[in-house]
């Protein structure tokens, strides 16, 4: 049962937009939320990027992703979204992204681990109409398969010999709305080496021309076919351009800009290896 | 906050009451050529203690708080404990429309009440599904189906 007094907390708008104004808060929230990823393996390339939406950078979503090697060699890899766009939601996505590594790096596993994450939000949040889609990843050693867990997140594309598709698997509701509900897991075997586009809404939910029309996931999978790096030119640059490329994309079929905030995440397993 | 209500009383059939708004939405000023249709609301009294809130346009982070403001505050106005959110007209809804309903539906859990969406669009079933709350959210295709989940109990929990 949550009590009153976290509502006790809230800021007037006058005063947070002051907070965000001083001295970079927002870059400050912003590295807590969309950290520097931690894979050794020089055979593993993550490209990153974020986009603020149209909102202006003057308040960041509360959009995060991280991604960390283990001593064992395995990859565990996280995005995740809080519904709202205050500096409160961003915070608590800071805050969730640091849990998450936090676990990580004490070696929970994930079951227990993304228990505790939902009782960080529960505890953590201002408002109690906050939740958090996410979805989690573990990369096996040998990097040939991939566990997913899901909550209401939207689903990653993967592309590897096959070509490229969504992954389906089965979610459970968003973060802080059914405690005690199973996290159900998707096991991934791709095919050859691979890749796998991680990302927010925003990604998916642009506008696309002057209707009413948006990109959805189907269009972001075609994007994904049509910029992907094309085979021979499979440097770790060419797949860093390509993130920035698809944002790039998907922001001018939106007319420019983006009415949400955007983050992604790709990951590559490099081709031979 | 920039909502406009018509009282339009006295209308027909079995409703009490009968008002209709445009929740202008506060997008900020923006260079983007298209602006976002208006969001429509329309509140109907649809039974005892059970309102329709007809909902048509785009849900998104700019509106879905002055939504959920409006209907929370229509029933509590009427004494509403059931709510149907008829979302035939809603051509897009993103997560900020989903907190408002969860909102919405917890106010009315709380009160012994419950919440039932009508006849949801494509795009707004695919970000139920997607979200895996299309089984914390009754839906139903028809009025008559809507109101059956309300008066069987505040937790109606099958779907259609």
Do not use: K
């Not at chain 1, 709202?84 to 790096?105: F, K, P, V, Y």
């Not at chain 1, 189907?218 to 499979?234: I, K, N, S, T």
């Not at chain 2, 700019?62 to 008829?86: F, H, K, M, P, W």
């Amino acid at each position: 049962v949550e009590t009153g007094a976290e509502h006790g907390r809230a800021r007037s708008p006058a005063g947070e937009a002051r907070a965000w104004e001083e001295d970079d808060g927002g870059a400050r929230v912003e590295r807590g939320l969309l950290p520097t990823p931690r894979i050794s393996d020089p055979r593993v390339w993550v490209a990153s990027g974020y986009r603020p939406g149209r909102r202006g950078g003057a308040v960041l979503g509360g959009d995060f992703f991280d991604a960390i090697e283990l001593p064992d060699g395995t990859i565990r890899a996280v995005i995740g979204d809080v519904s709202g766009h205050s500096a409160d939601e961003a915070a608590l996505g800071a805050c969730l992204r640091i849990a998450w590594r936090t676990l990580t790096l004490a070696g929970e596993r994930a079951e227990r681990l993304l228990m505790v994450l939902e009782r960080m939000l529960v505890y953590e949040r201002h408002d109690e109409d906050s939740f958090a889609t996410v979805c989690v990843l573990n990369v096996s050693a040998d990097r040939r398969s991939l566990e997913m867990r899901l909550a209401g997140h939207p689903l990653p594309i993967l592309v590897d010999r096959g070509g490229a598709r969504l992954v389906h698997g089965a979610t459970r509701a968003p973060v802080g709305l059914e405690a005690r509900s199973q996290w159900p897991v998707t096991r991934i075997e791709p095919d050859g080496g691979w890749s796998l586009l991680l990302y927010t809404d925003g990604l998916v939910e642009g506008h696309v021309g002057e209707g009413s029309e948006r990109l959805g996931a189907d269009g972001l999978l075609e994007l994904v076919r049509e910029l992907r790096p094309a085979r021979g030119d499979e440097g770790r640059e060419a797949h860093e351009a390509f993130l920035a490329g698809l944002i790039e994309r998907v922001t001018e079929l939106g007319g420019g800009e983006l009415s949400d905030d955007v983050a992604a995440m790709w990951l590559t397993i490099a081709p031979g290896s | 906050m920039g909502a406009v209500i018509e009282n339009l009383q006295g209308a027909a059939l079995r409703r009490r009451w009968y008002c209709r708004a445009v929740l202008n939405d506060s997008h900020p000023q923006s260079t983007r050529p298209p602006d976002p249709p208006p969001l429509l609301l329309e509140l109907l009294g649809a039974g005892r203690g059970c309102l329709r809130a007809i909902v048509a346009g785009e849900i998104d982070y700019a509106n879905a708080t002055t939504l959920q403001t409006q209907i929370s505050a229509a029933c509590a106005e009427r004494g509403a404990q059931a709510l149907v959110l008829d979302l035939a007209g809603v051509e897009f809804m993103d997560s900020s429309g989903l907190r408002a309903i969860l909102h919405l539906q917890r106010e009315l859990v709380d009160g012994q009440g419950g919440l039932v969406l009508l006849d949801p669009t494509p795009q707004v079933r695919g970000i139920l599904t997607l979200t895996g709350l299309d089984r914390q959210l009754p839906a139903a295709d028809t009025l008559e189906h809507a109101e059956a989940l309300l008066g069987g109990g505040e937790h109606a929990e099958e779907g259609p």
